[in-house]
């Protein structure tokens, strides 16, 4: 079965200072899906990358798809109080179900 | 934000004890999902419906059932709950047909089993 991997786990950063979220599969990606999770809330989706070398930005969250590596990872750039929370991503491993992987856990300091 | 709710949003019960969690949406969505989260876990698919009265099994179904008699609608029953089902459980919803990942999800239940 798929299994993602994020890393790191938990990530505390200084206001403003750039930061790098990583999301790799054991299996091919068919499609590499990222959430925001406020705590005690619901997931958000952010974007969906689907093809190799595709990259996507909101904001100041970019985030870039490596086919051949399995790999997507997620930028966030000069970041803010706003953007602490939980980062997932989610792959579509072509059974038409997503694959969690399990949280990065993102403090902003002020 | 789509229209979807939870209830109850917390609950505490006891082992043994039936427990069914609703999940509502009015978006007309076709698809429905129950996930669970636990920590280092991420999450986790329970089942998911792709129509009325059509459930399929998730990765961690055993223990849970599911009905869909509306496509509003969709509930999920621990028939008798454990202390391993205390967890923090959500409902998602898609019409993205073919594409998994476009899911709107709603605000979680807090469940725990003593």
């Known amino acids: 079965s798929q299994e993602l991997e994020q890393s790191p786990q938990s990530l505390i950063v200084q206001e403003g200072k750039n930061l790098t979220i990583n999301c790799t599969s054991s299996k091919t990606l ?8 406020k705590y005690g809330e619901g997931l958000i989706f952010l974007m969906m990358l689907q093809k190799g070398g595709e990259e996507k930005s909101h904001e100041k969250i970019t985030a870039k798809l490596d086919e051949k590596k399995q790999q997507s990872s997620l930028h966030i750039t000069a970041s ?3 953007h602490a929370g939980i980062y997932l991503c989610g792959a579509d491993g ?14 902003v300091k002020p | 934000d789509a229209g979807i709710t939870q209830s109850p949003r917390h609950k505490v019960t006891e082992t043994g004890t039936p427990v069914t969690l609703r999940c509502h949406q009015t978006e007309n969505h076709r698809y429905m999902y129950w996930y669970r989260q636990d920590p280092g876990h991420g999450l986790r698919l329970i089942h998911y419906s792709y129509g009325v009265k059509d459930t399929d099994k998730g990765e961690v179904s055993d223990g849970y059932s599911v009905s869909r008699s509306k496509t509003e609608d969709f509930l999920l029953t621990l028939e008798s709950a454990t202390s391993s089902q205390t967890s923090v459980y959500f409902c998602a919803i898609s019409d993205a047909s073919g594409r998994a990942g476009e899911q709107f999800f709603g605000p979680g239940t807090r469940l725990t089993v003593l």
């Not at chain 1, 068919?30 to 999770?37: A, R, S, V």
């Not at chain 1, 694959?99 to 856990?105: E, K, L, S």
């Open chain 1, 94 to 107: 072509n059974t038409g179900k997503l694959i969690f992987g399990q949280g990065t856990t993102l403090q």
């Open chain 1, 80 to 82: 803010q109080p706003s």
């Open chain 1, 30 to 37: 068919y499609g590499l899906y990222w959430y925001k999770q």
